[in-house]
């Protein structure tokens, strides 16, 4: 079975992934998302020119911790440094090139025309949503126009602290299944963890007690 390519992307209610200028400031933090969990499933990221330039603008080299980055441009030279590729070749050859490669998924990271040209050639197995409660009326969308294309929907998980919704669909017609939301999982097993008390403490939580029965009694 081949890799999944995963469109996996922070959008506004309104269907955008970027103010007209690339800015994300719109962007909903939550403590129930893992991120060192979400970039764990993946080995691989491509990346639009677009994109790679706004990662760049941050004061990066617009490489990603554990993840081998392909950025695909028809107007940066080709180059290749650690953890980071810069390529003029053809993204549907290429991603179907890394797909049949054993390992993780490869995450589509962005941006939007990418996502339409890989869309387009059948290579895009899931499309996953985080929806910020946030509508910013103008921006780059998630998806340039052109044919349509059938999602089935896989997942929803809202996050009721900050309003974030996780929606995840498969594209109709691939033989790839829907990922776990283990990011999220991870999270609140750790917060379960921290709030699960010690034997010291559940020791004065059961003296505490019994002094009040007690008291109780004694009343």
């Given at each position: 079975?081949?890799?999944?390519?995963?469109?996996?992307?922070?959008?506004?209610?309104?269907?955008?992934?970027?103010?007209?200028?690339?800015?994300?400031?719109?962007?909903?933090?939550?403590?129930?998302?893992?991120?060192?969990?979400?970039?764990?499933?993946?080995?691989?990221?491509?990346?639009?020119?677009?994109?790679?330039e706004v990662m760049t603008a941050q004061g990066g080299?617009?490489?990603?911790?554990?993840?081998?980055?392909?950025?695909?441009?028809?107007?940066?030279?080709?180059?290749?440094?650690?953890?980071?590729?810069?390529?003029?070749?053809?993204?549907?050859?290429?991603?179907?090139?890394?797909?049949?490669?054993?390992?993780?998924?490869?995450?589509?990271f962005g941006g939007g025309s990418l996502f339409r040209?890989?869309?387009?050639?059948?290579?895009?197995?899931?499309?996953?949503?985080?929806?910020?409660?946030?509508?910013?009326?103008?921006?780059?969308?998630?998806l340039p126009p052109g044919a349509d294309t059938k999602?089935?929907?896989?997942?929803?998980?809202?996050?009721?602290?900050?309003?974030?919704?996780?929606?995840?669909?498969?594209?109709?017609?691939?033989?790839?299944?829907?990922?776990?939301?283990?990011?999220?999982?991870?999270?609140?097993?750790?917060?379960?963890?921290?709030?699960?008390?010690?034997?010291?403490?559940?020791?004065?939580?059961?003296?505490?007690?019994?002094?009040?029965?007690?008291?109780?009694?004694?009343?």
């Open positions: 079975m081949s890799r999944r390519l995963r469109y996996q992307v922070a959008v506004s209610l309104d269907g955008f992934i970027a103010r007209p200028d690339g800015d994300y400031d719109w962007i909903v933090a939550d403590p129930s998302i893992d991120f060192a969990a979400l970039f764990k499933e993946f080995d691989t990221a491509v990346v639009g020119r677009k994109t790679y080299s617009g490489a990603m911790p554990g993840i081998d980055v392909v950025v695909f441009s028809r107007t940066l030279p080709a180059s290749e440094s650690p953890g980071l590729r810069i390529l003029n070749d053809d993204p549907a050859t290429i991603v179907a090139a890394l797909k049949a490669k054993p390992g993780r998924d490869i995450w589509l040209s890989l869309l387009d050639a059948g290579l895009v197995d899931t499309v996953e949503l985080a929806v910020m409660p946030v509508l910013i009326g103008a921006g780059i969308p998630v999602l089935v929907l896989a997942k929803v998980k809202p996050l009721p602290r900050s309003g974030i919704v996780m929606l995840v669909y498969t594209v109709a017609g691939s033989t790839s299944s829907a990922p776990r939301i283990r990011y999220l999982e991870t999270a609140r097993s750790r917060g379960k963890k921290a709030r699960r008390p010690g034997k010291a403490t559940r020791k004065q939580a059961a003296k505490k007690a019994k002094r009040k029965t007690s008291a109780r009694r004694a009343r």
